[in-house]
């Protein structure tokens, strides 16, 4: 069954559709900044202390009515008639609220009445578009219940209010999308991005932001393999104490192995996220201390009841039989592929971007 997103948007007014803000470009003196976002570069996902870093392209569209004559114009680094651009809004550190520390916003380039560099096709004469490389450390919230199956969103927010002035913000939703093909060590990375409007709670003072976001997932199959892997083979190993005749011996094989899940425990410390929840991996660490203790008191309470024996080993091994089975059919679930994203009304279909070394490995193959 095709999954779903759990990454939810928020959502401007309904009222207020995409057509009607594009048409704010058309009328004098609307103060309306087109937004688009092209994601270059996505690294140093900190889930623990809520950051990660990005490289991306924001472009920005608005009318000057002091160029509508100017004949259409395309540069590289700067332009010549810039003095002429009152209106020109101007980016800083404080223009993005989640920005935990912008290192290098630069002007990329500059078009005037270009078709090609336009919204949705519409000619309006003194349409400027122009392109901002921004780079910088943005905070984001994780939750980790999921671990290692979690899903998130990272966002890049744009607050109305640039350099004190009061901008119509309309995202340009053509216009965001991965400029690069970005890659993440430890998440998959899923296209397209997603930008929507949010309104702040004193609503009449027309105060908002455009919200850019992209959904990621974590790989999950080396902490199934490190982690799960071992602890699977803990409790399996643990089982072989039932054969044993002795108690002493039973012991011995139970106290050990014990003490040896202890061990591990402390060793992947380092490795699970330090929350005051527990997570899906602690979840099976716990089952595993469990099991365990189960083994010992089983063994024990066999020694004590010699007749009921078989029905004491029967009845643990039935009970962790059922319980990874469902923590199985559970894992599952959360590990499916993300295929949809809610927003706006809207559903976007999701596809996993390919890293470059997959990509390698089927063209050999072809």
Same mark, same amino acid.
């Given at each position: 069954m095709a999954s779903e997103t759990r990454l939810l948007v928020e959502e401007p007014p309904k009222a207020e559709t995409e057509e009607a803000r594009i048409a704010l470009f058309s009328s004098e003196g609307?103060?309306?900044v087109g937004v688009g976002l092209g994601f270059s570069r996505l690294s140093n996902v900190d889930v623990i202390n809520g950051t990660f870093d990005s490289r991306f392209i924001l472009l920005l569209w608005y009318v000057e009515p002091l160029l509508r004559d100017r004949p259409p114009t395309k540069k590289s680094f700067g332009w010549e008639w810039q003095e002429d651009c009152p209106g020109c809004p101007q980016l800083s550190t404080s223009?993005?609220?989640?920005?935990?520390?912008?290192?290098?916003i630069e002007l990329s380039q500059a078009c005037l009445n270009d078709d090609t560099q336009g919204i949705r096709g519409i000619r309006v004469p003194g349409l400027v578009r122009i392109d901002h490389w921004v780079s910088g450390t943005f905070f984001q919230d994780f939750s980790l219940q999921r671990f290692p199956y979690d899903s998130h969103i990272l966002s890049i927010h744009l607050r109305s209010v640039l350099a004190g002035k009061s901008m119509e913000l309309v995202p340009v939703r053509e216009w965001v999308n991965l400029k690069h093909e970005p890659q993440l060590v430890d998440f998959d990375i899923y296209d397209p991005p997603c930008a929507s409007l949010s309104y702040e709670e004193e609503h009449e003072c027309?105060?908002?932001?455009?919200?850019?976001?992209?959904?990621?997932?974590?790989?999950?199959?080396?902490?199934?393999?490190?982690?799960?892997?071992?602890?699977?083979?803990l409790n399996m190993i643990s089982?072989?104490?039932?054969?044993?005749?002795? #108690?002493?011996?039973?012991?011995s094989v139970s106290l050990t192995l014990l003490l040896t899940a202890v061990a591990f425990k402390f060793v992947i410390a380092d490795k699970l996220p330090p929350v005051s929840y527990l997570t899906t991996m602690d979840v099976y660490l716990l089952s595993v201390f469990c099991f365990l203790g189960l083994v010992i008191l089983?063994?024990?309470?066999?020694?004590?009841?010699?007749?009921r024996q078989h029905a004491i080993v029967g009845f643990? #091994?039935? #009970?962790?039989?059922t319980?990874?089975?469902?923590f199985t059919l559970r894992v599952q679930y959360l590990r499916r592929p993300l295929m949809h994203a809610y927003f706006d009304g809207q559903v976007l279909n999701l596809t996993r971007v390919h890293s470059d070394a997959e990509r390698t490995h089927r063209i050999k193959l072809e």
């Open positions: 609307s103060g309306a223009s993005f609220p989640n920005a935990k520390g912008v290192l290098e027309g105060r908002h932001r455009v919200i850019i976001s992209i959904a990621i997932q974590r790989k999950a199959f080396a902490h199934e393999i490190n982690i799960i892997g071992i602890l699977f083979l089982f072989t104490s039932f054969l044993m005749e002795s #108690l002493a011996d039973q012991m089983a063994n024990v309470t066999a020694s004590m009841l010699p007749g643990v #091994l039935a #009970l962790w039989t319980f990874h089975v469902i």
